[in-house]
């Protein structure tokens, strides 16, 4: 079993580092939706050197940009009160002009996750001008640089693969990454781009996980099996393409089509969410791994509890402690 820990400022330096990896931690995933290889590379060295001297071989996850849509940068973070107007696009919120272009009047607008939701102006033209358009704030709260964002019930044509992606896959082998993780896999071609792009970058070897971010993804499970070498069923995301009482059913599909083909595949997103702030978790999160582990998963992963929250060892903890509990009581069964 493997349990990987995001790398983010809550745990970037070698004294925590190495807290984790006491506690069972396996592996990292470094999300280069927030910076590069050359720029995160100080983070690279530190998990290496915490390893070095506790003596434990540690996987290195990159998470691609990928054709997934993510708000631009800007410093200041915006606090969006429900009902007020915000504009997207030129002069405003950092939108990526092919995510505008699909924005119809009416559509639901979902930021880090579906946290803020916003509603398209009524009269939006799809091409909207080109660049700009308003929308209410149906649910509000904090806007932050970076966030995922996504259009409701629409998938927006985007490149298998980012120009910064190609320069990551290309440095990948120095950095001493041991695994891919490809966002929004749509198709199998999307895997074969990338598997093409390692290969010519001499990084054959690196292992690919697919992860399944949207209702495409869902349904094309079957084509993509044959083509990765694990599935991520990365929550987050994908929690944002369907009514969340939906979310556990496709989860469940899509460990059981893994299971059948005996596919690894990981579980990840919110596992311990609530250990952003504080040092225990609830017990339904806690149910949530050891279920996980139930279902057959072959690793586990924490994103913001480990990158931004406040307790990044003491989540690691419970992560490894419940998915270890949970394959002794499999064992045993
Ligand atoms: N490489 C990084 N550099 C700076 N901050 C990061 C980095 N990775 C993660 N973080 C912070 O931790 C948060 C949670 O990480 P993650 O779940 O990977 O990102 P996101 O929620 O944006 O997909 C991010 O939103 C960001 O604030
Ligand atoms: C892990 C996920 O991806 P990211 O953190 O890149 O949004 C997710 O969506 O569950």
Same mark, same amino acid.
Do not use: W
């Given at each position: 079993?493997?349990?990987?820990?995001?790398?983010?400022?809550?745990?970037?330096?070698?004294?925590?580092?190495?807290?984790?990896?006491?506690?069972?931690?396996?592996?990292?995933?470094?999300?280069?939706?927030?910076?590069?290889?050359e720029e995160n590379g100080h983070w690279i060295r530190m998990v290496q050197e915490a390893g070095r001297e506790l003596h434990s071989q540690v996987?290195?996850?990159?998470?691609?940009?990928?054709?997934?849509?993510?708000?631009?940068?800007?410093?200041?973070?915006?606090q969006a009160e429900e009902g007020s107007w915000l504009v997207l696009g030129d002069g405003g919120l950092p939108v990526p002009e092919e995510a505008l272009a699909y924005v119809c009047p009416g559509d639901r607008i979902l930021i880090d996750d579906g946290k803020v939701e916003l509603e398209a102006e009524a009269g939006a033209a799809p091409s909207a001008s080109g660049c700009r358009i308003m929308a209410r704030v149906v649910r509000g709260g904090l806007i932050k640089s970076g966030k995922s964002l996504a259009i409701e019930g629409k998938a927006v044509p985007m490149p298998t693969l980012t120009e910064s992606d190609r320069k990551n896959i290309r440095e990948a082998v120095s950095?001493?990454?041991? =695994?891919?993780?490809?966002?929004? %896999?749509?198709?199998?071609?999307?895997?074969?781009?990338?598997? &093409? +792009?390692? #290969? @010519?970058? =001499?990084?054959?070897?690196?292992? %690919?996980?697919?992860k399944?971010?949207?209702?495409?993804?869902? &349904? +094309?499970? #079957? @084509?993509?099996?044959?083509?990765?070498?694990? %599935?991520?069923i990365a929550r987050g995301d994908l929690g944002n393409a369907m009514p969340l009482w939906k979310l556990p059913g496709v989860q469940k599909r899509l460990a059981r089509e893994c299971r059948e083909a005996g596919k690894p595949f990981m579980v990840v997103t919110q596992m311990l969410d609530s250990m952003h702030e504080r040092a225990v978790p609830t017990?339904?999160?806690?149910?949530?791994?050891?279920?996980?582990?139930l279902d057959g998963a072959s690793s586990l992963m924490l994103t913001g509890e480990t990158a931004a929250?406040?307790?990044?060892?003491?989540?690691?903890?419970?992560?490894?402690?419940?998915g270890e509990e949970a394959l002794r009581d499999m064992e045993e069964a």
């Open positions: 079993m493997e349990y990987y820990g995001t790398l983010g400022p809550a745990c970037g330096s070698v004294q925590t580092l190495k807290e984790m990896l006491a506690a069972g931690m396996t592996g990292v995933r470094l999300n280069l939706s927030h910076g590069d290889l996987q290195i996850l990159m998470d691609l940009r990928g054709p997934e849509l993510r708000l631009g940068r800007f410093k200041e973070e915006i950095y001493g990454i041991t =695994g891919v993780m490809l966002p929004f %896999v749509r198709n199998k071609e999307d895997l074969l781009v990338l598997r &093409e +792009a390692l #290969k @010519e970058a =001499g990084a054959g070897e690196i292992q %690919v996980f697919a399944i971010e949207n209702m495409q993804g869902v &349904e +094309a499970i #079957k @084509e993509l099996l044959p083509y990765c070498d694990h %599935v991520v017990r339904a999160e806690v149910l949530d791994i050891y279920n996980a582990v929250g406040s307790y990044p060892a003491q989540a690691v903890e419970y992560l490894v402690n419940t």
